[in-house]
């Protein structure tokens, strides 16, 4: 809610009683059922609106938004014009199937992602007329008292008016991997949402405890909220491959423009009719636009999605695939993405000995290691009471595989089961009296078990709170006095292992004869040792971030959580180095937009950020022209998905809000699938540009040998007049012979360095380095083509036809060998021929419809064919081989370009 003058009121800094005179509520009866619907239709219902869904009419319109497929429409346009209809209705279902094709895979992703979507807060639970109603969360209003336990989803931002051990899970919204303790005083109203230990937000979880709150904030006023609202202001930018074929097609539709004026006016002063060269003029704009290339893109990337699928990621749009593989910087969430999400105990200080512990999250597997060497618990009863205390002053269940409960305690529940130590065996031989527990002024935690007339008590919280209450400390068996020299060498330790980023906790026990008051449960305890723990990294995610390094992608961990912990994770990960740098977001608070953009490429880690730090590194990284992939599976998060390059939500974690931002999804939470999707990005795109490469090669030759037609007959002044090439026949070519190669070169295999080069820069288009072979090749297959056909001529003058299909089996035949030579940039000498059998395939199906359309009647009628003789199939076989020379010919020239 806002005050008068419309700025948010700081409830964390109000007491419980202030909150609720304010809201207008009963801390006891909460709001009556006439107040609450009125409020209901003051505020609304409690929901987040939503972004306009992607439909099925939007996601068919985006299939015609692309430039090139407005320059085959305009070509169909002038095919039925001039009345060649066979010509207008082929190019004509290009588009359609094109069309078709990509509304398929995009619809297909969207449906996939509305099976994901989830209820968020379906029921709460509140107190109106004095009595506890569970109502849809909808129906939530501001003033409602929220009743809240474990395990429940909260309905709104709310101020909390009780707390009994209160904990809540807000990494969603924060980055906060550890529960929140939560309690009911007021606090400075200069804090953050992450330090509003008074306040629970919109979809965060009980995982501890139980309270009551009152409600401040509903729908899109709540936190979640907020950055729901600011997602839907964030405008997508064009993916860099959707630029490069716009920006591609634009420089197309010129040159076809220019050619087709030159071509016409060029036809008129040799003396040509003006009908018949404006017939040449359309016949060269056929053979100039690559009818093929929005098929072929579409294939290419459509078949990209459906390997990316397998490999546990949807992608909601499919030039995002190809977008992947262009990043050049990673921007990571760091709780669920980077690690676990579990933690685990990896140190224990015990016995003036630091212990080693094996294994990874909740899982029992695991070793405890001294000198690394296994530990056997009959040796060490120092360190099996210790892990008897973590299991019986304990509220939390490990199972095989699940667990309910605190995080910390289920680490501490794994610790015990990698030493042996069972909480069920525990419990079966002592009885249970009471609980102390947890607070955030005590800051620990007190359990009472009783065997025969002993009692026991077993004590853990922070370091500092439990040695407050040790008179002795055990050591070798003996419990011996805890003087100050003892205890500042235990918090020298503890200083130790909390600056490499671990939670520690101490450990202590007392046993007792006899009556036990309440006020001494906590007094003259023995201090047992400390347990340090961590939300360990993913072993797959170490592995991915170095590969994404070897990529020459920079991997940057954003994070909400603490600077030692950030950094600790980092180091690990291998994100940052000895000499890398940190920042917290109270100094990227303090720095300018421009100073963050001369600064941003060398901070490796950023801890302690909100939405709006990340949306400032997103937008200071792209400023810098490199393209950003950002992780995440929070709200939190979901601010710089949308502004990003490539956004990427996780499946299994992620809000509702992070999916809706992202461009995909990875189903399995796993940073390493990220970096497949990185590799098969990379392929696309070099594939994407050798069938680029190879297709407007192909088309240079058909432009160039009917130019060079027209040119000599200029030259020589010829009156008689012939295209070397049919408009039909140039169709024909660059659809069948020309297409389904193009579609295998799409579909080739990914280098074995691929990894190993940087990326490429944002602005490198489809033509970078290709621009010498598209003009080596085309001049070469024009020259060869055009010869074929004045050897025809020269043999039979009259015979035009005999000529054509002369210079027509002679480009094919060319292209089919060229397509061998646009399977990579690099060693295509190296490959072997037959690896992709697509490419195989595709060159005997040409091979077998050129010979059928020169020698099967109905064929030769439609394309203006004939058949050809044994010498002249030798001259036209003899023209294509020079293909073979082109990746020669051209390397020279690539420096140049």
């Known amino acids: ?46 929901r987040l609106a939503k972004a306009k869904k992607f439909n099925a009419l939007k996601i068919l319109a985006n299939q015609f938004s692309s430039f090139l497929i407005w320059i085959l429409l305009v070509a169909v346009a002038i095919s039925f014009a001039i009345g060649e209809h066979i010509d207008g209705y082929v190019i004509l279902a290009i588009v359609v199937m094109n069309a078709i094709l990509g509304f398929r895979q995009e619809y297909r992703a969207e449906k996939a992602m509305a099976a994901l979507e989830k209820l968020a807060v379906p029921k709460a639970i509140v107190i109106r007329n004095g009595r506890e109603i569970q109502i849809d969360s909808s129906e939530v209003v501001p003033g409602d008292i929220i009743v809240l336990n474990e395990g429940d989803k909260v309905s709104g931002d709310a101020r909390i008016i009780e707390s009994v051990n ?122 100039v636009v690559p009818e093929g290339l929005p098929a072929v893109v579409t294939i290419t990337l459509a078949l990209g999605m459906a390997v990316m699928a397998r490999n546990k990621a949807i992608v909601r749009k499919m030039s995002a695939v190809e977008t992947l593989g262009s990043t050049s910087v990673i921007c990571s969430d760091k709780t669920g993405t980077l ?36 530990v056997a618990l009959g040796n060490t009863p120092e360190l099996k009471l210790l892990l008897e205390t973590g299991a019986l002053c304990n509220n939390a269940k490990l199972y095989e595989n699940s667990s309910v409960g605190d995080p910390t305690e289920i680490a501490l529940l794994a610790l015990g089961k990698k030493g042996g130590i069972e909480k069920q065996e525990l419990e079966k031989r002592t009885s249970f009296l009471q609980e102390l527990p947890f607070d955030s ?35 070798s068996g003996q419990e011996i006095m805890l003087d100050s020299n003892k205890a500042q060498q235990i918090i020298e330790q503890h200083d130790k292992l909390a600056s490499q980023g671990y939670r520690v906790l101490g450990l202590a026990y007392k046993k007792v004869k ?107 990284l792209q400023k810098k022209g490199l393209v950003v992939a950002v992780t995440g599976d929070g709200i939190n998060d979901a601010p710089a998905l949308k502004k990003s390059d490539i956004g990427v939500a996780m499946g299994l974690t992620g809000t509702e809000v992070s999916k809706e931002a992202s461009d995909m ?55 008689e007049w012939a295209l070397p090439l049919l408009p039909a026949q140039l169709l024909f070519i660059n659809l ?83 397509a061998f030579n646009c399977r990579s940039e690099r060693n295509v000498f190296q490959m072997n021929p037959l690896s992709n059998k697509g490419l195989v395939a595709a060159t005997v199906i040409s091979l077998v419809a050129l010979i059928a359309i020169v020698t099967i009647p109905w064929l030769q009628y439609l394309l203006s064919t004939t058949s050809l003789s044994l010498e002249q199939w030798a001259i036209a076989i003899a023209f294509s081989l020079p293909a073979l020379a082109i990746p020669l010919i051209e390397k020279p020239f690539r420096k140049i370009f």
């Open 1 to 46: 809610m806002e005050n008068n003058s419309g700025k948010a009121v700081p409830w964390h800094a109000f007491t419980a009683m202030e909150t609720a005179k304010e809201l207008g509520s009963d801390m006891q009866r909460g709001l009556t059922n006439a107040e609450a619907e009125k409020r209901l239709a003051e505020f609304g219902e409690n």
């Open 665 to 719: 999804v990875v189903m399995d939470d796993n940073f390493a699938t990220i970096v497949k999707a990185i590799e098969e990005g990379r392929r696309i795109f070099e594939n994407i540009k050798n069938f680029v490469k190879y297709l407007l090669a192909a088309n240079t030759a058909e432009v160039l040998l009917i130019l060079l037609a027209i040119t000599l007959q200029l030259v020589f002044g010829k009156t």
């Open 166 to 287: 209160l904990k809540t899970s807000e990494a969603a919204l924060t980055g906060e991997s550890m529960p929140v303790q939560k309690q009911t005083e007021k606090i400075s109203e200069k804090a953050g949402a992450a330090d509003r230990k008074n306040t629970v937000f919109m979809n965060t979880i009980i995982v501890f405890g139980r309270g009551k709150a009152i409600v401040t904030a509903t729908g899109m006023q709540t936190e979640f909220g907020k950055i729901s609202g600011l997602i839907q202001t964030i405008k997508k930018e064009k993916t860099p491959l959707a630029q490069n074929i716009n920006t591609f097609a634009k420089k197309l539709a010129i040159a076809i423009v220019a050619i087709c004026i030159v071509v016409f006016i060029t036809g008129l002063l040799a003396g040509n009719p003006a009908i018949l060269m404006f017939q040449t003029a359309v016949s060269l704009a056929v053979a």
């Open 339 to 374: 690690t676990r999400n579990e933690l685990t105990v990896k140190k224990v200080f015990c016995n003036n000995n630091l212990f080693t512990v094996t294994g990874t999250g909740f899982n029992a597997i695991g070793r405890i290691l001294f000198n690394e060497a296994s």
């Open 736 to 818: 069948v012979t020309d297409g389904l190669p193009a579609i295998a070169l799409g579909n080739e295999r990914a280098q074995k360095e691929i990894m190993l080069n940087k990326p490429r820069k944002k602005n490198e288009g489809v033509l970078h380095k290709t621009v010498p072979f598209i003009i080596i090749a085309g001049l070469v297959g024009a020259v060869f083509s055009l010869l074929a056909f004045q050897i025809g001529l020269a043999h039979n003058p009259e015979n035009v036809v005999t000529a054509r299909t002369m210079a027509f089996a002679t480009i094919i035949l060319f292209e089919t060998i060229l």
């Open 441 to 475: 002024n005590r800051k620990r935690m007190s359990v009472v078990f009783s065997k025969g007339m002993e009692k026991t008590v077993y004590s853990k919280g922070g370091v500092e709170s439990i040695i407050s209450q040790c008179k002795s400390i055990l050591i």
């Open 514 to 620: 006899g009556e036990l008051p309440i006020a001494q449960v906590e007094s003259q305890l023995t201090f047992l040792g400390m347990t340090a723990m961590i939300d360990a990294p993913r072993k797959e995610a170490i592995k991915a971030v170095e590969l994404s390094q070897l990529a020459g992608i920079q991997v940057k961990m954003i994070t909400g959580d603490h600077m030692l912990t950030a950094m600790a994770i980092a180091k690990q990960l291998g994100i940052i180095g000895e000499k890398g740098k940190a920042i917290t977001g109270a100094e990227l608070k303090e720095m300018s937009d421009s100073e963050l953009e001369r600064k941003v490429r060398g901070i490796s880690v950023f801890a302690r950020v909100n939405p709006e730090h990340k949306l400032r590194i997103v937008k200071a």
